[in-house]
Each structure stands twice: as structure tokens, then as C-alpha cells.
């Protein structure tokens, strides 16, 4: 009998991190302030984040790093996830390649975001924090926060973009059976709020002002800390423990992964799985290849440009050094509302721009086309994110049956598409629409960074 899964005994679970800025040759560049365009310290990033992720954020000299003990106990409530040897798939794309693919479906919340969650309110606790607060935009990062608030017995305030709180409902449904309090922005209850209402009383809100309200809370209110679910070095750090699994999973598959691919939005599930593999190459000269799938109308990682900009849409956070479109980009309304980001992370802006790996960008209706093939095969509905990374699956695996090689692909499945159905629906009934950009376009928003 061929086996079909591998699961890692709780005993086999990884008990440290893997932080990749130890192994750059070519470390990232540090975040700076906008105004004095000095470099920002750990006392600078801890007046809003909990200080220990400050520390993990600026560390570029330890490459392991110990997942504490309580983190462990809460990580053992759903890891491992499975590893997945997709044959059903492989069958209809009838590839000599063989599929992995890691399930990060199959948690409380169903997708990856909670590997970050637990760990930052962890630290928050640990610090006297009493209430952690951030913004959500399609509601996965507020889901996972709310959770594990919950669990380290905090109090979260979840500051929801408004028009995603009436497009998704189920999502605040589901922080609020968290127990977190959850606002649509922009509300009056911050200064930032009232500003943008009383310019604009029918302002639909954005990632941008919501994450100026949840910034304006953590910092004026004492015991408040604000937490981040992408992006930032430590998120990409925390969700390492996807890849160094995975690792000792392919092992017990007898393989090692020629590719590795995952969806892009701010870099966590990709940095997550591609990470621990990455390091043979830059240790031990491995030649995996490293891909990171991208929406076709938000494609930072193959058109932006390599320059400090503003890690949000209004420009209240620190310069980051990162591939990006313009902090004034503007995303059309896809169904993967966790990729419509106009940045990259700033360590795999780095990787990207060594050459250490690449992006592709993909039309929307393709990924949901290899959703429904996923789904129909491999009997999961995939997130409409992670359905850019089976997207990207499939062109290597048919390149594959072109050529006749026989490579080792592994994706990271970053959630299960369940509360996503009104997508999938759009897409059964012909109603969805790609969007490419004219490099015009581009150019405009770059411009005006
Ligand atoms: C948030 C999200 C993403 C994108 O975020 P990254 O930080 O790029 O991983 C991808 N997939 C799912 C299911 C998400 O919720």
C-alpha cells in the first residue's frame, strides 16, 4: 500500500524556530524612521509590539531559536499537520512529478496565521500586557488573533476593514465567539476614525485605516500591544515550524523537494515553508527552487521595485526596504484578500533581489480553476490564497510531463477556502474577472511613493 500521509509524532515536533537572517550572506535592511531615516531599534519597534518579537525582528545572528515551552503545549492542540502526497492529483495532470503538499487547513482556524498568533500573544502575556489589538482585513489574521488571545487569557480589540465585515460576516462571527471585541474601521471610537468619517462619512475602509486605529490604541492605552500576521521578520520566523516539519516529513517520504511553492501576500506561509529548505541551499548547495505565487493584480514580487516605502496605506509605520507597488496601490477587490497587499516582507525582498528565489503571478480565474481541480481530486476546498500556490503547482507539474522529469514538488496549502463559498460561487456562475496592469499603471503608483 503506498502511503498517502505522513504525520509527525508530537514527541518528533520541532521545539526551535528557524530564524534564515543568521544564514544570509546579504542581510536585510533595517526598517528606518521616515523622518529621520535612522535605523529603528528594539526600544523603538517595543512601544507597539510585544518586546520579545522586537528582539526575534533584529536578530541576524541566531539561526535556531527555542519556541517556548507554552507555545509548545498550545501548538501540540493541532501540530503536526499532515503531509500529503497528492497522487489523485498527480493522476489527472498525469505528471511524472510527485505532489506534496503540507496541510495548514486543519487547525482551530484553518489557516496558517495561528503558528504566529500563539506565539505573539504568548509574549504579550508574558510581558503584563492585558489587551493586544490589530486590524484584519478578509478576517483570517483577526480570527487567529482573537484565538489565541482567548487562550492566553487576553483581551483583543479587532479593528475589521468595514466593507470586508459586511462581505464576510462569518468571519466576525467567528472572533467574536473568540471572545474579541470587533470594529468595523473607520469607527469614532479612535481619533484616526474620526478624522477619516468626518472627511468622508461613507468611507468603505481599507487595511490602512484600520491599521491606524489599532496603532492608535496600542499606543494610547497602557497594557495594549499591536500585533501584525504578516510581513514582519519575527511572523516569518514563528511560521518556520511549517518547513523544519515538513523537512522531517519528506524524510520519512524518502524525498527531498526539487520546488517548493506557496502563495504571497506579505511573505509569512511562503517564508514559512520555503525557509528551512532555503538553508541547504545557502548551507549545503542544494539547487531547490523557491517560488512564490502571486495575484496577477497585485504582482509586487515580478513588477514592483526594490526601495524603503511605507508598510501601510497611510503612512504611519516605519520605512521598510521591500519589493513593493506604492503604499498608495490599490488592489482590485480579488477573492484572495490576503494577497492584496502592495508590499513584500523585507527578507524576502532581500532573497528576491539576490536571486535566491522567484515570483510568478497568476490570473485569478486560473487559481480558481486549479481550486475546483484540487478540490475535485484531493477532496479539500482550498482558501482562494492558497489556490494561487496550486496554481503555481500546476504549471510545474505539466512543464514536468513536457520535459518527463520526475521533480519533487512541495506547496504549502496556507487554508481551506470554507467560509470563501460566495468566491467560489462568483467563479461557478462566470461572474469573475481577471485584472492586469498596464505598466503605465505601475509606473503612476511607484511614482508617487
Ligand atoms: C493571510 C493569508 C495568506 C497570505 O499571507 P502570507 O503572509 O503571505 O502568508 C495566505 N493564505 C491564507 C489562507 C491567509 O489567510
Known sequence: MKQKRFMLPESELPREWYNI????????????????????????????????????ELDQTNAFIPIPDEVMEKYQYYRSTPLVRAYAL??????????????????????????????QCYYAKQEGTTNVTTETGAGQWGAALSYAAS?????????????????KPYRSSIMRTFGAAVTGSP????????????????????????????VELATT??????????VLNHVALHQSIIGLEAEKQMAMAGEYPDVVIACFGGG????????????????DGKTTDFIAAEPESCPKLTRGQFRYDFGDEAGYTPL??????????????????????????MIVSQLL?????????????????????????EGIIPAPESSHAIAATVREALKCKQTGEQKVILFNLSGHGLIDMTAYEQYLNGDLMNYQLSDEEIARNLDRI
Open 90 to 119: 498527480e493522476e489527472a495532470l498525469e505528471t511524472p512529478a510527485h505532489i506534496y503538499f503540507k496541510n495548514e487547513s486543519v487547525n482551530p482556524l484553518g489557516s496558517h496565521k495561528i503558528n504566529s498568533a500563539l506565539p
Open 320 to 345: 521598510l526596504p521591500m519589493f513593493t507597488l506604492g503604499h498608495g496601490f490599490k488592489p482590485a477587490n480579488i477573492h484572495a484578500g490576503g494577497l492584496r497587499y502592495h508590499g513584500a516582507g
Open 221 to 230: 492605552t497602557p497594557g495594549c500591544k499591536y500585533t501584525l500576521g504578516s
Open 21 to 56: 537572517q543568521a544564514d544570509m550572506a546579504t542581510k536585510p535592511l533595517l526598517p528606518i524612521h521616515p523622518k529621520t531615516r535612522e535605523p529603528l531599534g528594539v526600544d523603538d519597534l517595543a512601544r507597539i509590539f510585544p518586546r520579545e518579537c522586537c528582539v526575534q
Open 268 to 283: 509569512s506561509n511562503f517564508g514559512g515553508i520555503a525557509f528551512p529548505f532555503m538553508r541547504h541551499n545557502l548551507k
Open 353 to 377: 533581489k539576490d536571486g535566491l528565489m522567484r515570483g510568478v503571478d497568476i490570473p485569478q480565474t486560473e487559481t480558481f480553476e486549479a481550486g475546483l481541480l484540487f478540490a475535485r481530486t
Open 151 to 167: 487562550v492566553f487569557g487576553l483581551e483583543a480589540a479587532v479593528y475589521q476593514v468595514k466593507i470586508s465585515m459586511q462581505q
Open 187 to 214: 469607527s469614532m471610537s479612535t481619533r484616526a476614525g474620526k478624522d477619516i468619517i468626518t472627511r468622508d462619512p461613507r468611507h468603505p475602509g481599507s487595511l490602512g485605516t484600520a491599521i491606524s486605529e489599532a
